[in-house]
Structures are given as C-alpha cells and as structure tokens.
C-alpha cells in the first residue's frame, strides 16, 4: 500500500496537503474501458496498483447470480474509485457505496463516477452511509498502513453488516499480513477462504458470520 508523499500526508489523512496534481489511467472493467482521474494525496496516483487490478479482475468475473439480490455493494476506502466504478459497471441495477475517509478521494470519486456514466455510485465519507444499511457484496484493498487495531476495527465495522449469503471480497499484499488477517477473521467467526494468489497478493473471500 501507498505511504506519504513529500508534504508528510498519507493516504488516509481525512485532509490533504499536497498540491493537486491530477493525472488519469484507464483500466478495462466489465463492459468497456473505465477512465479514473486520479490525484497526488490519493491512494494509487497514477496508475491503477497491482492490488487493485488483481480484485478488479475477480469483480469484471463476477456471476451475478452469486450476489445475494437483497442489499447494497460496498467499496471500503475507495481513493478515486477504480473498485467502486467497477462494480458500478459489473452490476448497473445496484447500489453502490464509496466510502472513505479522505475527502479529495471522495470528490474524485464521484467525479469519475459521473464522467463515465455511472449513477449507481454514492461516494461519501463512512460516517455518511446509514448504520441500517446491509451489503450483498463488499470489497476492497483496505489500509493496511493504518495499523493492525485500526485496520481490525475498520473491518469488523462493516464486515459485521454482510446480508445472508453476501461475499467480501478483499486483497491483501502477503508480505503485509495477508495470512494472518485469514486467521484472524476465522477467530472473529467470519469464514474466510484464500480465493486466489498472484504477483505476492491474495485475494480473500469472507462470508457473513454464521448462526
């Protein structure tokens, strides 16, 4: 994951210091190529992360049919959004909810959800998605970099809101704990399976807890 840039601001810093640069990529999501206009304080400026392209890649893959057809999608810390647009694209009848902390990545994000056409996107601070809110499907490439108790905390936070028979879905890099955070969701009574394994990430499916 991304660390600080010159100006001492990370990713995840709710405001940003470093001057705007804006630079845009494209990455091929379900239906078509996808334009993200990324920028400097943003999680993968640039260009679309490895990370990100491996969870891209299972979400253009996705069966509908595998998603629970009651409850909203979920990208958790979606910088300028590649996760979200992508399951925006791969499934246009749903809701899907964009959050993050840093608000230069929310403005994004919702600024490249409309200039590609995709009105299924709510981008808004977490604090802004209703606590009464379930999802069928969630996914991420969550910020590790904030800390393991934080990173707990974050996931247990909306890890705990699956709808019955939802999927999450996250990549996790293994030289930053990727097998590690399996066991400990397992002990926290989510079922957590490595789903795949390339260029040192796993991707991670995690169901809802059981009883």
């Not at 704990?177 to 991707?203: C, E, H, I, N, Y």
Request: hydrophobic share 40%.
């Amino acid at each position: 994951m991304g660390g600080t840039d010159p100006t001492g601001s990370h990713y995840f810093d709710a405001e940003q210091a470093a001057p705007s640069r804006p630079v845009r990529y494209v990455f091929r999501g379900a239906c078509g190529d996808i334009t993200v206009e990324s920028d400097a304080g943003v999680f993968s400026h640039g260009s679309l992360d490895k990370a990100t392209a491996l969870l891209i890649g299972h979400i253009n893959n996705l069966d509908p049919g595998s998603v629970p057809p009651a409850g909203d999608l979920l990208d958790i810390g979606c910088g300028a959004g590649p996760v979200a647009l992508a399951l925006a694209a791969r499934f246009p009848g749903r809701r899907v909810w964009a959050v993050d902390t840093n608000t230069r990545a929310v403005g994004l994000c919702a600024a490249n959800a409309a200039a590609n056409g995709l009105t299924n996107i709510t981008a808004c601070r977490p604090e802004e998605c209703p606590d009464g809110t379930s999802f069928a499907l969630v996914c991420s490439n969550p910020p590790v970099r904030i800390g393991k108790e934080a990173l707990h905390s974050l996931l247990l936070h909306w890890l705990t809101r699956l709808a019955p028979g939802a999927l999450a879905l996250l990549v996790i890099g293994r030289h930053l704990g990727s097998d590690s955070l399996q066991k400990w969701l397992v002990a926290q009574g989510l079922p957590a399976t490595r789903l795949s394994s390339a260029k040192g990430f796993r991707v991670l499916g995690v169901r809802p807890a059981q009883g």
